[in-house]
């Protein structure tokens, strides 16, 4: 069983829908018992890194999930701001992120960026240097994928980059380390490619 985590922000009925086109079965939650009994879960999320970690934390489900993720090694993906949420901190804010992984959350540099390029980094994007993670495997050419965000990843480690995208200049697209994946990118909105990422997720981890 695939559980959807509830803390108040994301899509998550978009993330329901694709993986019912796609036969996946999915609960939405906030019940730390459907955490536990949980064989993959995703954490979506859209807003400010703020709001995010503080509605996470009114929740009460950071210890269910630490325990599920770090301990119990559920697989989980995070989705545009729940990929954030994974790291130390962000630029966007003061509060401290979950830090299951080494980095931080920063904000597109403005002096990087082409006249016509602005922010937030809204649209269609390409990705690639994807070839080492199973969530990519038989994709389909040319993968693009579906982008809404001001702030990216900057990880410590650049051996957990998942995949890469360029807007201005290159940046981490997601991360993969172990049962812990994230991807900036809304797969819920990818048309093909998005479905082809969830079901590898569930099928592969």
């Given at each position: 069983m695939l559980c959807i985590i509830d803390y108040g922000i994301g899509n998550l009925s978009s993330i329901k829908n694709m993986m019912k086109k796609i036969g996946i079965d999915s609960?939405?939650?906030n019940k730390s018992d459907d955490i536990q009994k949980a064989e993959k879960l995703i954490l979506p999320g859209v807003g400010s890194f703020d709001y995010g970690m503080?509605?996470?934390?009114?929740?009460?489900l950071v210890n269910i999930l630490s325990e599920s993720v770090l301990i119990n090694k559920t697989p989980l993906l995070g989705?545009?701001?729940?990929?954030?949420l994974l790291t130390e901190g962000s630029e966007e804010g003061t509060t401290k992120g979950l830090s299951w992984i080494k980095g931080k959350t920063v904000a597109f540099d403005k002096d990087k960026l082409g006249l016509t390029q602005k922010i937030p980094h809204m649209g269609w994007a390409d990705v690639y240097d994807y070839?080492?993670?199973?969530?990519?495997?038989?994709?389909?050419?040319?993968?693009r994928f579906y982008?809404?965000?001001?702030?990216?990843?900057?990880?410590?480690?650049?051996?957990?980059?998942l995949v890469k995208a360029k807007y201005g200049y290159e940046f981490a697209a997601g991360i993969e380390k172990e049962n812990i994946l994230g991807v900036q990118f809304h797969p819920e909105k990818s048309h093909k490619f998005g479905m082809k990422i969830l079901e590898n997720f569930v099928r592969y981890y």
């Open positions: 609960i939405i939650s503080e509605q996470l934390n009114k929740s009460g989705i545009c701001l729940g990929v954030q070839e080492k993670s199973k969530l990519f495997t038989n994709i389909f050419p040319e993968p982008f809404v965000h001001s702030y990216h990843l900057k990880l410590e480690n650049e051996n957990k980059c």
